[in-house]
Structures are given as structure tokens and as C-alpha cells.
């Protein structure tokens, strides 16, 4: 299955506009296909399994920059920690009490997002608001919080999306006031895949997450 590099070049243009990042979702799609987008610069890639993401890393250039975007298991940190870019999912204290382990045991500082519950659906991982509003997270202190991530839920009303979006760019508003973290690091609102990405780009998204427009639909679940 080839990339689809006029995809590629378009979502490209419309997150200039925004000044918005692409993450470049690969799970479960080979070598060649990374390598082809690589090949036009995109440098930012997104695995959302552990053992995927490790075999790729060491297969494939060292600047590219690798995000971390499923459900982590704490136990599985420290393979990833070594290199990982930014976690978009940490999801739980105790996710990040580990992440703060392991990068202090690399000597490095690990950007994560933290992943908000936006979605009707029970299944999605994620911090509620008050949850959110209650983290300590000045014990994490090899940890730099970059951000806010959600998942929509899975559904084609419009509507429905972009209420979602309003509520996670809201919290993010919220989260920047409350906390006031220094601008410079709390700065990525992650939103929006291949089928909601123009919605999330619409309500303040400045990073999207895309796998299917680019390299094909996947054949296994995704986690
Ligand atoms: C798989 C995945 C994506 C990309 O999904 P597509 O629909 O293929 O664009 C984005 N975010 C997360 C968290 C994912 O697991």
C-alpha cells in the first residue's frame, strides 16, 4: 500500500494556515512507508504500541522525532523513555509518577500532554476536569507538561465533534490560567484525526494526529 503524497502536501497547506503540526500516525504500517514521508521532511511520527515503536526507532533515522500517542502501561515506560518526543497520553498519576522515574534514571526531561476524557463513549482513557485541576504536579519534576490531548468520540455527527473540541480547547484555556505554566512549555493542544481534523483545526487544535488519509486504512484494531 503507497503513501499518498498528495494527501500528504495538502493537509500539510491547511496546518500551515494554522500553524499547527502534523503527526504522522504509522502504527502497524512498515519501514518503507515512514521512510517515504521522511523522504519529503516529515519528521514528527506517531506508534501507539510499545514494542512497534521501539523496533522502529532503532530501524529508522535518529531525527525523527518519535510521539507516543496509545494507552501506556507503566511497566512499558522505561523502553520508550530513552527517546520518546512527547507522550500524548499519559492518563493517570501513577502513568506519570513512572515517566518522571525513568526520565530521571536517563537524565532527561520527557514532554508529555496530558490526555482529557472528551468523548461520550465510557471506553476512551483520559483525565476528567477535576481531575485534571487536581494533579500535584510539582513532584514531577523531570517531567515538562507540553500540553492537553483528547480523542473525540467516534462518530460522524459534526456537531456533536465540535462541541467535544470547544470543551478539551476550554480546559486548555482554563488549565493555562489556573496553573500558569511558563507559555513557552504549555503550548500543544493535540486534536484531531483523519476523520475530525478540519473540526479540531476549526476549534483551536495545533496538533493533529493522522494516520489512514496518509498511509491507508490499517487492518489491525487500533488500541
Ligand atoms: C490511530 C490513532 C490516530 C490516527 O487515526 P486515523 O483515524 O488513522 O487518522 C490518532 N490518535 C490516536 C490516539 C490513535 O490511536
Redesign the pocket.
Known sequence: MAVNIQAYQTIQQQLAAKKATLVA?S?TKPIQDILALYQLGQRDF?E?YVQELVDKQAALPKDIRWHF??HLQSNKVKYIAPFVHLI??ADSPNLLKEINKQAVKNNRNIQCLLQVHIAREETKFGFNEAELMQLQLAAYQNITIAGLMG?ASFSDDANLLRTEFKCLKSLYQQYLTTFSPSPASFSILSMG???DYTIALEEGSNMV?????LFGV?NKP??
Request: hydrophobic share 35%; proline share 0%.
Open positions: 500516525v502504527k506517531g501507539n500517542i496509545g500524548h497520553s480523542m484525526m483523519s476523520s494526529r493522522i494516520g489512514s488519509i490499517r487500533t488500541a
